[in-house]
């Protein structure tokens, strides 16, 4: 059975998605290189979608307290 298009878009945004994540794990200061490195682990076990929306949930929360971040907490945490 070939994919259709909507498939084929769909899943080149997912490969899209997990290689920028896992080149930020690689190469990002070491708070991004965490959060891309959870949610490549994230996507893993769950779809790319709600990895990447725990993933904006996840730079809003100090990852040590788990307190949430302010907008500008979390510019000067994640750049």
């Known amino acids: 059975m ?3 298009p909507t498939d084929n878009s769909l899943s080149q945004k997912n ?3 997990i290689s920028l994540l ?3 794990a690689k190469n990002a ?3 991004n290189a965490k959060l ?3 949610t490549i682990e994230n996507a893993q076990t769950n779809n790319i979608d709600k990895a990447m929306k725990q993933m904006v949930e ?3 929360k100090d990852p040590k307290t788990g307190r949430r971040l302010t907008y ?3 510019r000067m945490f994640y750049g």
């Open 22 to 24: 896992k080149n930020c």
């Open 29 to 31: 200061d070491e708070n």
């Open 72 to 74: 500008a907490e979390m």
């Open 15 to 17: 490969n899209l998605h």
């Open 2 to 4: 070939s994919q259709s």
């Open 58 to 60: 996840d730079c809003f």
């Open 36 to 38: 891309a490195q959870k």
